[in-house]
């Protein structure tokens, strides 16, 4: 399972663009790369997941250059809503089992 | 609606007195997972479940039991708690072939005294 390296923290301001990226050079063809978001005492949360390019959902964009071995998710116009830990994970999820390994993910403080 | 339930949020125990935490899910997933989360240590995972009957250990699984005999069901047992045992636990699970991770439940603080 490929190990991925996340900035510790991070602190932007209400209505600005945020960029996290996530390091994962030795990632395997069949890995996917996936972020979660974590707030305090609950459960983390899908955000987004993608394979190559680019992947655009409701709530971020997930950014995937040609070699795979780095990746950017961003978050648009942040509120002080978006204050949470993310987290990078790649790994197979095309059929079997996948192990989640969690690393120490990027604390983001959205400050108003 | 799709969720993964646990039961209970809080719990504050005695050390060695047994104590089962429950995890169920709606969504027909076939794994199921257990985490533990420590300050410090991020997120570990204690066993998980392929399906019925099919379990295995994670990185963390000392001093912890599972099961798996309905597919909805993923009771995490603690047959004599101790105080290390204390930490936020998370239930998680996916559907096989589904591309979209994971769901986690809400969680359950668990106090060992």
């Known amino acids: 399972l490929a190990k991925t390296t996340q900035p510790i923290s991070m602190d932007s301001y209400e209505g600005q663009e945020v960029n996290i990226t996530c390091s994962h050079n030795?990632?395997?063809?069949?890995?996917?790369i996936t972020w979660y978001q974590q707030f305090p005492s609950q459960g983390p949360r899908f955000i987004i997941q993608?394979?190559?390019t680019k992947v655009t959902n409701e709530v971020a964009s997930l950014f995937i250059p040609a070699d795979r071995k780095s990746s950017t998710l961003s978050l648009p116009r942040v509120s002080l809503s978006d204050t949470a830990v993310y987290y990078c994970?790649?790994?197979?999820?095309?059929?079997?089992?996948?192990?989640?390994?969690f690393g120490a993910g990027t604390r983001l403080a959205v400050h108003p | 609606e799709a969720q993964v339930t646990q039961n209970p949020r809080y719990l504050i125990t005695v050390t060695g007195k047994k104590l089962t935490v429950t995890c169920s899910q709606n969504?027909?997933?076939?794994?199921m997972s257990w985490y533990r989360q420590d300050p410090g240590l991020g997120l570990r995972q204690i066993y998980y479940?392929?399906?019925?009957?099919?379990?295995d250990k994670g990185d963390v699984p000392e001093g912890y039991k599972v099961s798996r005999k309905e597919k909805r069901n993923f009771p995490l047992i603690l047959e004599s708690p101790s105080p290390n045992q204390t930490s936020l636990y998370f239930c998680?699970?996916?559907?096989?072939?589904?591309?979209?991770?994971?769901?986690f439940g809400s969680g359950t603080r668990l106090t060992v005294v």
């Open positions: 994970l790649v790994g197979d999820v095309s059929g079997g089992y996948n192990k989640l390994i």
């Open positions: 993608g394979y190559k």
């Open positions: 969504m027909n997933h076939e794994y």
């Open positions: 479940s392929m399906n019925v009957e099919v379990t």
């Open positions: 998680a699970s996916r559907g096989q072939g589904d591309p979209y991770g994971y769901t």
């Open positions: 030795n990632i395997a063809t069949n890995d996917y």
